[in-house]
Every structure is written in structure tokens, then in C-alpha cells.
């Protein structure tokens, strides 16, 4: 299914769906001020834990960027190389579930909580604008928002990963305030 968003800088529409607009979504990320750095890429084919939670939509964007972070670098999309340790970034791509099992250290339910929240949601985008906050993608396919310091109380902000673009692109205001 494809819906038009407005541009509200533009008067361009971006499609949803990822099939044929992915470089329309790019452009429009850079519009928004975003560095998109565009390569090709091989989408890990090693287990990491969570590969089975990626889907179509999501795997195809993987394989087109290298890099994509908003205009003051505090917000960034993840990458494969991220998810295969060649990332120079100053967090891991599951930083947040570090976090929470350190916070939780010698409490096994509490601890079997957050291990099987972060089996069930892949990270795709970090933020560290307002807070430590992420964008994941759910065993479900919609994309949920957290933050610090409670990471696992997500709340779900799209449908799907198309959604979340078409979202981003435009700045929808349904989307968390202060993140991106």
C-alpha cells in the first residue's frame, strides 16, 4: 500500500512504500537536514540475534546506505556495519539493552524481562538529542519508540519501517518531539 506525505518545505510528496521511492525518501531525509551516504551493502548474513526481525522494507534500506545521521549527528540511523562490530560509532547498535541488563544485574526475572523485550525488537535508529532514546523495528513489524531510562516501556509510532520513513521525511509531528 503507498501513501503520499507532504513536504512541508518542498510541496514534494514522498511515497511509503520502499519498492520504487527509496531515493525519494533519501532526498527527502537530506531535505530535512539529514547526511545520507549512500553505498552499496551487503546485509549481514552471520546471525546477530535478531536478523529474523528484518523486514523487507528495512533490509532493502540497509542495503543502499553506509551512513545516515540528522544534521547535528545526535540522531542516526543504524547500519550493517553497526550490526557487525565495523562501526566506528561511539555506541553498539544494542547499547540500550547493555544498559538495561547492567541495571539489572542480579535480578533474573527482571534481567529475563529485558533479554526477551530486546529479542523481540531490532534497533534502527539512535538518538542521543534529548536523552538516550531509539526507533526499533517489532517482531510484529511496527516500529516502536523508547528512551532512557525505562528503555523497554516502548510505545509503538508506525505501522511499519515505510511508515516510519514516510513519518520522518516530513517531520510528522506524531512522531516523539526532541529525538530527531
Not at 523485550?117 to 536523552?131: D, T
Request: proline content about 4%.
Amino acid at each position: 500500500m503507498t501513501s503520499d506525505c507532504p513536504n512541508r518545505s518542498k510541496g514534494a510528496h514522498y511515497s511509503s512504500d520502499l519498492e520504487g521511492p527509496l531515493t525519494d525518501v533519501l532526498d527527502g531525509l537530506r531535505a530535512q537536514g539529514w547526511t545520507v551516504v549512500e553505498g552499496p551493502q551487503a546485509v549481514a548474513d552471520e546471525p546477530f540475534g535478531r536478523q529474523s526481525l528484518i523486514s523487507a522494507s528495512y533490509g532493502r534500506f540497509l542495503s543502499r546506505i553506509s551512513s545516515c545521521a540528522n544534521a547535528d549527528d545526535t540522531a542516526w540511523f543504524l547500519t550493517d556495519d553497526d550490526f557487525r562490530g565495523r562501526s566506528d560509532a561511539a555506541f553498539a547498535w544494542n547499547e540500550f539493552e547493555r544498559q538495561s541488563l547492567d541495571a539489572a544485574e542480579g535480578d533474573a526475572e527482571w534481567t529475563d524481562q529485558i533479554t526477551r523485550y530486546w529479542s523481540e525488537h531490532l534497533p534502527v535508529l539512535l538518538s542521543v538529542k534529548s536523552g538516550y532514546a531509539y526507533f526499533a523495528l517489532a517482531e510484529r513489524g511496527e516500529i516502536v519508540f523508547g528512551r532512557e531510562p525505562e528503555y523497554e516501556e516502548a510505545e509503538v509510532v508506525a505501522a511499519n519501517f515505510d511508515e516510519f520513513l514516510a513519518k520522518l521525511v516530513v517531520g510528522d509531528p506524531t512522531l516523539p518531539a526532541g529525538v530527531i
